[in-house]
């Protein structure tokens, strides 16, 4: 294949040999996974249930996740049916720079529906991991990982406090996304207190290397350089907790008696609301456009590519696991 085939990221070529290789290690960690699952699981046979019976219990542990899915996708529908309602109030200048975002986005109207509709699914999932942490169950979205989201959570709301230059607009923008985003950080607080508590300090030292990443590295879309700074250091400490929701899910004992069915909803939900941001950050801005310092807008995109194939790889991870479940069951039953 010609290495010449690939995208670019601001100055920077992602060669078609790098996804090659990107895609070798998620099989390469799937089958990690599923050899660390298999040895497990030759030693305790008999306790899986019959694969009917699975699936029928995880559409019903995942109702509620399906549910509130569904009422997000019909309200940013019901939003984008008003039509335009904000460009008869701008002037003439903005209104022919409106008109032609609307042009290159005739369904959505606006790129920024799909960061809209991310933190929708964001509040989702982890509304959905707050109220089933009280049943015992064990979430990579726990301790450590949801408190270095929640350090992006923290920095999102003050750069929407202190900016509106970060606000989305178009239909479902405005308000009600913003109020999401601020409504994320004391929810992630809840999933993630108990490490601060035992890892205070390693948790300081990756605020403060995220904190001079961010200052030597940030995009310039807001007058404010505090919110500029922060809204890097937002992605910096997503794509760490997706890090290490990657390596969770990779040394997790999934085989256990009473199966979490509503970790499949949030692998695949995680998937899909990265993949929003990754087609926003490579298609909504010209890398040339935008100013910065440092890597500027490319810190952004690796950012959240970087989060994707983490959350790709997570979601290999556990459904492979799932299926090498089912290939086992014959083997419990007869034993």
């Known amino acids: 294949m010609d290495a010449s085939y690939g995208i670019f990221l601001g100055g920077f070529h992602i060669d078609a040999q790098t996804f090659e290789a990107m895609f070798c290690m998620v099989v390469v960690m799937v089958m990690l996974r599923l050899e660390l699952f298999r040895r497990a699981v030759n030693g305790r046979p008999g306790e899986t249930a019959p694969s009917p019976d699975k699936y029928k219990k995880l559409l019903r542990e995942c109702a509620p996740e399906a549910i509130g899915t569904l009422a997000c996708i019909l309200l940013v529908v019901a939003l984008r049916s008003r039509g335009d309602t904000i460009g008869e109030s701008m002037d003439e200048r903005s209104r022919e720079a409106w008109e032609a975002i609307k042009a290159q986005w005739p369904v959505l109207m606006t790129a920024d529906t799909l960061l809209a509709l991310q933190v929708m699914l964001r509040l989702i999932v982890v ?115 997706a890090v290490l929701y990657l390596a969770r899910t990779l040394l997790s004992d999934s085989d256990s008696q009473d199966l979490e069915f509503s970790l499949t909803f949030t692998h695949l939900v995680m998937v899909v609301q990265q993949s929003l941001a990754v087609y926003f950050w490579l298609q909504a801005f010209e890398p040339d456009t935008v100013s910065g310092i440092g890597f500027g807008i490319t810190a952004i995109q690796f950012s959240c590519l970087g989060q994707l194939c983490a959350y790709l790889a997570a979601a290999s991870l556990h459904i492979a696991t799932w299926f090498v479940d089912d290939a086992h069951q014959p083997l419990h039953a007869s034993l």
């Not at 301790?143 to 989201?149: G, V």
């Not at 607009?169 to 999933?191: D, K, R, S």
């Not at 993630?192 to 590295?217: D, P």
């Open 127 to 241: 509304l959905s991991a707050v109220l089933r942490s009280g049943s015992g169950q064990v979430s990579p979205l726990f301790d450590e990982c949801a408190m270095l989201w929640f350090g992006g959570a923290a920095a999102r709301s003050v750069v929407l406090m202190h900016s509106k230059a970060y606000w989305l607009e178009g239909p479902v923008g405005g308000v009600i996304p913003t109020l999401l985003e601020v409504l994320l950080a004391p929810l992630l607080f809840i999933l993630g207190k108990r490490a601060l508590r035992r890892s205070t300090v390693t948790m300081l030292t990756v605020v403060a290397l995220v904190a001079v990443f961010a200052q030597r590295n940030n995009i310039q879309l807001a007058d404010e350089p505090e919110a500029n700074v922060l809204f890097t250091a937002a992605h910096c400490f997503e794509l760490l907790s």
